[in-house]
C-alpha cells in the first residue's frame, strides 16, 4: 500500500547530514511507491538545502524558516514540524538517529499517540508490511519489528542505509512554509564543541580508538593522528574513559556510543564483552595489541600483536604514503 | 522539592545473550539497575541533599524489580513504587509504558523527574522525552550536569560530543548521561534502612487503565544473534612488513582505504 511519508532532514553548519539522505531512501521503501516529502528547519535561505534534498530522491520538501530555529530546541522544532505534519497527514516518518532525531521523535511521536521504532539498521518490505531491524541489548542481538497501528514512525541509524544516487536530473519542489515559534522552554546559552570537526562517533566512516594501553591523554596523540590521515575520529573504551585519558563521550561500547563506521582500528583495547557490544557490527576492525591473548583479536578482520606505540605512527608513515604514490 | 526518578530492571551488561523459544533466555541472567538510570538516581539524591525534600523511585516491572528499587532506596532514595504488569500485561512498547506513567504521574506535582536516557537493553531513549511531552513538562535530554536555583535549572548536555548549556524551568524532566555524576555503593546501614523504607506495590487497574488502554503500537516480530564474527587474520613478521602488510589488506582485500 503506497503511502505519503516524511523525511525530517537534517543539517549541521550548512550542509545537509549523511543519514538525512539515508533517510529518503529508507522512507522511499516505506512509502512503496507513494511520496516522499522532505522537511527542513532552520534560519535563512533553505532553499538550497532543500534542493539538494529532491537529488537524492525526495519529490518535495517543505522548508521552515525562522530566527528561533537556528539551533535546534525540541520545542521549536516540534512545533514547527507538527505544522507541517498537520498540513501533510503523512502516513509515514522518518528520521535519522542522531541527537536530535533521539530529543525530537519520541516528542512527535508521543503527541500523535503514534508508535515508534528507533534505530533501526534495516528497513525492507514484506508482504504489504514495513519491517524494520534494530538492534537491542546494544547489538548483541537484533529485533524484527513492525508497527501494528498507524503511523510508521522510525529513527535509522546513519551509515547502514545506503543512499540513492545523487541524480540533478530530479526535480521537486521546494517550497517555504512561515511558522511563528512561540514558547520555547529551553534556552540555549552557549555550545562548547569538543568534537574533531564535527565528525560524530556514531556517523563516522573510520574510528580509531584507544583503551587502557593508551597510558594517558598524550598517549591519543598518535591515535589522532591516525584518524586524521583516514579522514576520520577518535573513540575510546570505557576503561580509558575511566582512567582519565579523554571524555566520557568518546566512549563506545554497552554504556556510551555503539558505533557501525566502515573501519574500526582498535588500539590497546582488550575487547570487553561490553566494548564489543558497541563496536562489534562494525565493517571491517583491526586490533593493535601487545597482548596475543586479548579478546579484541577474537572480533578483529586484522591483528598486529604490538606496542600500539610503535605501531600506529608507522601506520600513519605508510598510510601517507599510500597516498603520495596514488 | 518533589523528585522523581523512572528505573528500569536490565541485564548484568556482563551477560551474554541466548535465544531459546524465540525469546531472549533470561534463566539465570543477573540483573542490575539500568546504568543510566543509575546516574538518575545517584541525581535525585543529591538534589534532595541540596535542596529538601523526597526521591521517589518508580519503576515498571514484575515482582523480582523490588530488588532494583532496594538498592536504590540503600542508596539513598526515601520512597519506591513497583507497577507491576506481570498478571495483566503480555506484551508492551514504549506507548504502552509511557500510558502508564502518565496515568501515574496524573496527581503527583513532580518539580523533577529523572531517567536514564536510554535502557541497556531496549535502548528506545523514548520513555523519558514521551511522558514529558504527556505531562506537560520542559524536557532536556543526555544531561551531564545541572544546577538548581528556585525555578530555574542551569543544565550542560551532551550532543553528540560537543557540549550544550541549556537554561530552562521546573517542573522538568531530564535524561542522565554518562558523566554526570559517580554513583554511589549503598553502604550497609543504607541496606538495613532500605529494608524499613515504603515500597507501594501498584497495578494497572490501580491507575484506572485496562489492557486495551495501554495497548501497544509496535510488535516484535523475531529476535535473533548477529552472525558470530570469525576472529580474522593476525599478521606476522616485523613490524614494519605487518604494517605494510595490514595496509595493503586494507586497501585490496577490504576495500576501505
Do not use: W
Not at chain 1, 547530514?17 to 522511499?28: M, S
Not at chain 1, 501533510?88 to 500523535?112: C, W
Not at chain 1, 568534537?195 to 560524530?200: A, H, L, P, Y
Request: one cysteine or more.
Amino acid at each position: 500500500m503506497s503511502k505519503k511519508v516524511l523525511v525530517i532532514g537534517e543539517a549541521r553548519e550548512g550542509s545537509l547530514r549523511n543519514v538525512t539522505f539515508e533517510a529518503i531512501a529508507a522512507a522511499n521503501i516505506v512509502s512503496d511507491g507513494g511520496e516522499v516529502v522532505g522537511v527542513l528547519c532552520g534560519d535563512g535561505d533553505l532553499s538550497a538545502l532543500g534542493q539538494e534534498m529532491v537529488y537524492y530522491g525526495a519529490e518535495k520538501v517543505i522548508t521552515v524558516s525562522n530566527p528561533e530555529l537556528k539551533t535546534y530546541t525540541s520545542d521549536g522544532y516540534a512545533q514547527a514540524v507538527m505544522e507541517v505534519i498537520n498540513d501533510e497527514s503523512p502516513e509515514g516518518i522518518i528520521m535519522g538517529h542522531t541527537a536530535v532525531g533521539k530529543d525530537l521523535t519520541p516528542k512527535l511521536a508521543s503527541r500523535l499517540e503514534s508508535g515508534l521504532i528507533s534505530d533501526a539498521t534495516e528497513v525492507v518490505a514484506e508482504g504489504g508490511n514495513i519491517v524494520f531491524t534494530r538492534p537491542i541489548y546494544s547489538g548483541k542481538a537484533f529485533e524484527k519489528k513492525e508497527i501494528t497501528d498507524g503511523l510508521v514512525f522510525a529513527t535509522i541509524r546513519p551509515n547502514n542505509i545506503p543512499s540513492l544516487e545523487r541524480d540533478e536530473a530530479l526535480t521537486g519542489q521546494v517550497t517555504e512554509k512561515e511558522v511563528s515559534i512561540t514558547n520555547i522552554r529551553t534556552i540555549i546559552q552557549d555550545v562548547i564543541r569538543k568534537s574533531s570537526d564535527g565528525v560524530d562517533l556514531s556517523e563516522a566512516k573510520v574510528i580509531v580508538a584507544g583503551g587502557r594501553g593508551v597510558k594517558s591523554a598524550e598517549g591519543f596523540e598518535p591515535l589522532n593522528d591516525l584518524a586524521e590521515v583516514l579522514g576520520g575520529t577518535v573513540g575510546a573504551s570505557r576503561g580509558a574513559c575511566d582512567a582519565g585519558y579523554c571524555d566520557y563521550s568518546l566512549q563506545i561500547g554497552q554504556t556510551g556510543k555503539v558505533v557501525t563506521p566502515d573501519l574500526y582500528i582498535a588500539c590497546g583495547i582488550s575487547g570487553a564483552i561490553q566494548h564489543l557490544a558497541g563496536m562489534s557490527n562494525s565493517k571491517v576492525i583491526v586490533a593493535i595489541n601487545k597482548d596475543p591473548e586479548a579478546n579484541i583479536f577474537n572480533v578483529a578482520d586484522y591483528g598486529i600483536v604490538g606496542d600500539l606505540f610503535d605501531v600506529v605512527p608507522k601506520l600513519v608513515d605508510e598510510i601517507k604514503q599510500m597516498k603520495v604514490n596514488a | 522539592m518533589n523528585i522523581y526518578v523512572l528505573l528500569k530492571r536490565t541485564f548484568d551488561t556482563e551477560e551474554k545473550i541466548a535465544i531459546s523459544n524465540g525469546r531472549i533466555e533470561d534463566d539465570g541472567a543477573e540483573y542490575i539497575i539500568n546504568p543510566y538510570d543509575e546516574y538518575a538516581v545517584e541525581e535525585a539524591i543529591n538534589l534532595r541533599d541540596e535542596h529538601g525534600g523526597e526521591v521517589t523511585v518508580v519503576t515498571i516491572g514484575e515482582e523480582d524489580s523490588e530488588k532494583q528499587l532496594r538498592t536504590a532506596l540503600a542508596m539513598g532514595a526515601d520512597k519506591a513504587v513497583l507497577i507491576n504488569t506481570e498478571d495483566d500485561l503480555e506484551e508492551g512498547d514504549q506507548f504502552t509504558t509511557v500510558k502508564i506513567l502518565e496515568a501515574f504521574f496524573e496527581d503527583k506535582e513532580a518539580d523533577i523527574v529523572l531517567a536514564g536516557n536510554v535502557a541497556i537493553d531496549e535502548a528506545s531513549g523514548q520513555v523519558g522525552p514521551r511522558l514529558a511531552e504527556r505531562l506537560g513538562m520542559s524536557c532536556v535530554t543526555t544531561i551531564t550536569s545541572i544546577k538548581v536555583d528556585g525555578e530555574k535549572a542551569n543544565i550542560e548536555r551532551d550532543v553528540e560530543g560537543d557540549v550544550e548549556k541549556v537554561e530552562t524551568s521546573l517542573p522538568l524532566l531530564v535524561t542522565c548521561q554518562q558523566g554526570l555524576n559517580e554513583p554511589r555503593y549503598p553502604s550497609l546501614p543504607g541496606i538495613m534502612k532500605a529494608k524499613k523504607k515504603p515500597l507501594e506495590e501498584l497495578e494497572i487497574d490501580d491507575l484506572d487503565l485496562d489492557e486495551d488502554d495501554v495497548e501497544p503500537k509496535t510488535k516484535t516480530i523475531e529476535i535473533f544473534l548477529p552472525p558470530e564474527k570469525q576472529a580474522g587474520k593476525v599478521l606476522e613478521g616485523e613490524t614494519d612488513d605487518q604494517v605494510k602488510e595490514l595496509v595493503s589488506l586494507l586497501k585490496t582485500e577490504a576495500k576501505v582505504l
